[in-house]
């Protein structure tokens, strides 16, 4: 099969002829038609992501979509021919999906919306995941509670902003002011965080008494100002972005609480991969009744044009989430 392997960091991708895996005990062999670009492939691959336990030379790549090769041993869900996606490698060890062929655990995985182009499926995975564990399984978002959205114009702003609202949640978003029309056609409500202070929408919006959740997809002073805006006793806030330095004082005087979320602990430990899969069905549901559809950047990139892919990602030149047709 033919692979970019990255031999160094900083460094361009290499194409090469390698052996096409063999799916071993309850994995399932993809053959891989598109890949998504996250912004955690671009610090892997410049050695900026040491929580990500890379090991050199990899094959990098979180997410795909593709089609069922073969299954190994102990794989029912699966057959020949089916139509998958998942966030299934490209780092601690395991082989990500810049690659024609993946032998991924099976838990990992699950069926492709049937609504979903394979590039739009390849664009879900991690952000869907990352979105869900933030939102359903820390927050327990639900009917009519006010929800912010911090960075709600991002890969994984936009997809919580679109479950909060499968949720039936009451849904606002931070961004740019150039952001207001596309998170408007979600059906957020738009705050422009350059115009107003937290008092200030926190007061518009909510009456001052603060909203039930706030997802944090920005860090830094977003994650100090979430502290400053969830609802007394019962808000809750969840980062994704934690880094930094923060004081927990607004939080703990409004007797509120917070939640991390790291997407890539089962990758990482092999612990709770399973749960993956179930996310995805969901994601999956969603999709085809046409709750969840994801942005998509027009440009079509490949294995060749990968590095143009890279600078129109860094450059914020693209229209929605980058992918790679394998």
């Known amino acids: 099969m033919q692979a970019l392997v990255l031999e160094e960091y900083s460094t361009n991708y290499t194409l090469k002829q390698l052996v096409r895996p063999v799916p071993a005990a309850g994995q399932v062999l993809v053959r891989i038609k598109v890949s998504g670009v996250n912004p955690l492939d671009l610090k892997i691959k410049a050695g900026q992501a040491a929580h990500a336990k890379t090991q050199l030379p990899a094959i990098l790549g979180i997410d795909m979509a593709g089609i069922v090769e073969s299954v190994g041993d102990g794989v029912t869900l699966f057959k020949l021919g089916d139509e998958v996606f998942g966030m299934t490698g490209g780092i601690a060890g395991l082989q990500g999906s810049l690659a024609e062929y993946a032998a991924v655990d099976a838990d990992l995985l699950a069926h492709k919306p049937k609504r979903l182009t394979m590039r739009e499926a390849a664009a879900l995975p991690l952000a869907f995941i990352t979105a869900w564990e933030g939102l359903v399984d820390r927050a327990n978002v639900g009917n009519g509670k006010n929800v912010l959205i911090q960075g709600g114009s991002g890969g994984v702003g936009s997809i919580a902003v679109q ?9 606002f978003a931070t961004d740019k002011p150039a952001k207001k029309p596309f998170l408007e056609s979600l059906g957020a409500t738009f705050i422009d965080y350059t115009h107003y202070p937290v008092d ?7 009456q001052g008494e603060g909203f039930d959740i706030i997802f944090d997809t920005v860090g830094g002073t977003t994650l100090d100002a979430s502290f400053q805006a969830v609802k007394t006793y019962t808000g809750h806030v969840v ?13 703990s005087f409004r007797g509120a609480t917070y939640s991390g979320v790291f997407t890539l602990l089962p990758l990482i430990t092999g612990i709770g991969r399973k749960h993956h899969g179930e996310i995805l069905r969901e994601a999956s549901q969603l999709a085809d009744t046409g709750l969840l559809i994801p942005s998509v950047d027009p440009v079509y990139y490949t294995m060749q044009t990968i590095e143009d ?7 914020r030149q693209n229209n929605g989430k980058v992918v790679i047709e394998i």
Do not use: M, R
């Not at 200030?200 to 909510?206: F, I, K």
């Open 239 to 251: 980062s994704i972005l934690g880094w930094g330095t923060h004081t927990l004082a607004p939080l």
């Open 163 to 171: 479950l909060a609202k499968a949720k039936d949640a009451n849904v």
């Open 200 to 206: 200030e929408y926190l007061q518009e919006y909510t």
């Open 309 to 315: 892919a890279y600078i129109a990602f860094e450059n």
